[in-house]
């Protein structure tokens, strides 16, 4: 009993070194800003969380420079455009719709449709898959080749 409760006020312990970020913004329109962004940017090294998700130093060293950048009096969209030219579309986690981003919003539409385009093309194919009657000239070489199998 003494060893699971070391245990657990160990694993608490551990989350006491957690930190805690405080932003000081001198407009609550910024810190808007800047909670939309960081729930908007994907973290790099994590790949499946916003930079406010995530404890990766990468994410952290993003959300430094997200708000250094609003507190230089830049946009949102300063910001937006920085990033994705710095990191590429895919810092966003919802890119915008444009050129080089038309597979990623497309894909998995095309994908479906081409599975399911295969799926009736397939089943089509077992239910008029009936054997073909062979001629007569089929029938002799069938024959011959049947017998030649036969004698070996």
Known sequence: MKRAALLSLM??????????EYRDFSQPEQEQVY????????????????IADS????AKDLREQVYQMLRQGKSRADV???MTERYG???????AFNLKTV?????????????LITVILVARRKRTGRATELD????ARLQK???EGEDA
Do not use: H
């Not at 404890?55 to 990468?58: G, I």
């Not at 579309?89 to 890119?95: E, I, L, R, S, T």
């Open 11 to 20: 694993l608490m312990a551990s989350t006491a070194f957690a930190a805690v």
């Open 35 to 50: 909670q939309t962004l960081i729930s908007e940017l994907r973290c790099l090294v994590c790949q499946n969380q916003t």
């Open 55 to 58: 404890n990766a130093d990468l």
């Open 80 to 82: 937006v455009n920085f």
């Open 89 to 95: 579309d895919f810092v966003m986690y919802k890119p």
């Open 103 to 115: 597979l990623l919003w497309l894909g998995p539409a095309l994908f479906l449709a081409g599975g």
């Open 136 to 139: 007569a000239a089929q029938k």
């Open 145 to 147: 080749l049947l017998g």
